[in-house]
């Protein structure tokens, strides 16, 4: 028999924060920095717990540079050759790795490739298992596989939106679980295949499931403005990634566009038709694209939007108390609202 859940699962724009008493006086007093031992690599980390996505156009190492300027993660793309690695790792001197992290898929191909780069680079500290579907078995085993050859490395795995998955990747050595499916804004899996979970409500369910085994949440996709990443960990999340947010920057692949006297650059999900042409040849015939590309308005350099997300955090936590982003979880209150935002003058 078909089960339907009765209760109401929420995404970042169906609520917002209530605000509480506060004693700062600054948002120059708020901490963002956050300090994890992470469960099987023990590895200790500690900078500000976002990541810009593995997407080929924001995981960069233009971005990785800049970004850990920051204290903040790059997830590096796939796409990089062994070579390119290596040129990387010769032509960069003090390099903080751990504002680094690899991709990898689920393929042979994949691990050999993550073998070579961490040979060449073997400061490396972070791995990232990524695939659209993580709850195959075939998954699970690759997470077994890696965590095997890799003991001492940190693993991120998924994608997943439920606790039951979260928890068998974190039993099967996975350190922080990816959290999300169809949420990003080029993404178009729900409209695909009529799968997924309101991020929100992902959130909050995973994040009970993966603190409960001392692991962490990685809450990737459907942050659409600076507000979105405290809601996001407001709700529980240890680390927010985001593609579209730090999309059309200097730092991202691509040339810039000029039409009618304004610019733009390319930028497309990573399951659409323009990136399965690009690295697989094309779509296989068993197959949709579940991705989309559009032009984004040119920003211009990173750091313009890192401090714009930086400063809207702060002021989250100056509203609700919270003198460190570790506090964030345990100060927020969310509000079921019907609308979060006027917009009569616009929606920026």
Not at 98 to 126: H, Q, R, V
Not at 144 to 165: C, D, H, S
Not at 284 to 297: F, H, L, M
Not at 327 to 346: A, D, M, S
């Amino acid at each position: 028999m078909v089960k339907i859940e009765e209760d109401i699962k929420l995404d970042f724009n169906d609520v917002l924060i209530k605000p509480k008493r506060s004693t700062l006086k600054s948002r120059n007093e708020v901490d963002l920095n956050r300090k994890y031992i992470m469960k099987h690599s023990e590895k200790k980390w500690e900078g500000v717990p976002i990541i810009i996505s593995n997407m080929d156009s924001t995981g960069t190492f233009e971005m990785f540079l800049k970004a850990s300027e920051y204290n903040i993660i790059t997830c590096i793309h796939k796409h990089y050759s062994v070579e390119d690695w290596a040129n990387f790792k010769q032509n960069n001197e003090n390099i903080n790795w751990k504002y680094l992290c690899i991709s990898a898929g689920s393929s042979e191909e994949d691990l050999n490739k993550i073998i070579s780069i961490i040979d060449i680079c073997p400061e490396i500290e972070m791995i990232c298992l990524d695939i659209a579907n993580g709850y195959s078995e075939h998954f699970t085993n690759i997470v077994k596989q890696y965590r095997e050859i890799f003991p001492w490395i940190t693993l991120m795995a998924g994608n997943v939106v439920t606790a039951e998955m979260t928890e068998q990747l974190i039993l099967a050595g996975a350190d922080i679980i990816k959290i999300g499916i169809g949420s990003g804004s080029v993404c178009t899996t729900r409209k695909k295949t009529g799968v997924g979970c309101p991020q929100l409500s992902c959130i909050l369910e995973c994040a009970d499931a993966a603190h409960g085994l001392g692991a962490l949440v990685l809450s990737d996709g459907g942050l659409t403005i600076p507000g979105d990443f405290s809601k996001a960990f407001g709700a529980g999340a240890d680390f927010c990634m985001s593609g579209g947010m730090f999309a059309g920057h200097d730092e991202t692949n691509g040339d810039i566009i000029e039409e009618n006297g304004k610019k733009y650059k390319l930028f497309y999900g990573m399951s659409s038709k323009t990136a399965q042409e690009k690295y697989n040849g094309g779509l296989k015939n068993y197959r949709s694209s579940e991705g989309k590309t559009v032009k984004i308005p040119y920003k211009g350099p990173l750091e313009d939007t890192i401090k714009d997300i930086l400063g809207g955090i702060r002021s989250t936590c100056t509203y609700v108390g919270a003198k460190k982003l570790k506090e964030l979880t345990k100060r927020c209150t969310f509000i079921r609202c019907n609308r979060q935002l006027n917009t009569i003058y616009g929606n920026e």
